[in-house]
């Protein structure tokens, strides 16, 4: 039956565990425990979910049905903090996201961005909760635990993402040209990316760029003012500041400590 799924028109979910930094170093370090890993196989496996990729600390899931999509994210949800470490709460996150794929959207991307960008821990597009309540004959999606995304937060983040994808690595890029690209005032643009991210446009995008950054150091993409000046930042001396606002560490350190 997994085999079957076709990803065009899958329920796309996708569940992180941790923070971007660890994230990365999924594949070097092992952050979790047996005990975790097993616990969302088995839940995946129970709600009829093909893995699509998967490392330490990420899961891109399809499904077929949209309930099962839903109560999987639940389950994981109910059953993350019983079986990660207590010891350290930096592995103690959980972000899960989950898009549709019909039409011409890419829901895996969509469903990626909903995970990683927005602050709740469940995060919907308002067509998965249309489905499930047709599914479910009009029971409600629970929004104390889901977020539900409007139409047009979607469309605001969308076309967000899709611009700064754009200009994250200009260094001329100006936050105040956000509002004329997308179609709202400056109030608006600060209000709106506050509410979905937590963060203020510049902080979101100051952190988008070491992000990238961070990804560049530990692909050995460039020294540490190469890689300042391909993200974004005005001098190595601001881009290092403001890694380690950003990592808690400085990136002559991550370098030295990680790199190999």
Known sequence: MLAQIKLDDAIILVIETSDYLHRLEANQFNLFTQKLHN???????????????????????????????????????????YVTPKFDTSIRKLKIGIAHGGGNLNAHLLATRLCELITDQIVITKDIKTLYEKENQNTFIDREHIKVMTSSEVSFLTNLMNYIETVWNDSNFKVDELPKVLGYSRSQVYRKTVALTGKAPSHFIRDFRLNRALFLLRNKKGNISEIAAQTGFGSATYFSKCFKERFKILPSKYIRQHIH
């Open 39 to 81: 616990s969302l196989l088995k839940t995946i496996g129970r709600f009829k979910g093909k893995i699509i990729s998967q490392n330490d600390n990420a899961y891109s899931v399809a499904f077929i049905s949209v309930t099962d999509a839903v109560l999987c994210a639940l389950k994981v949800q109910s059953k993350f903090k």
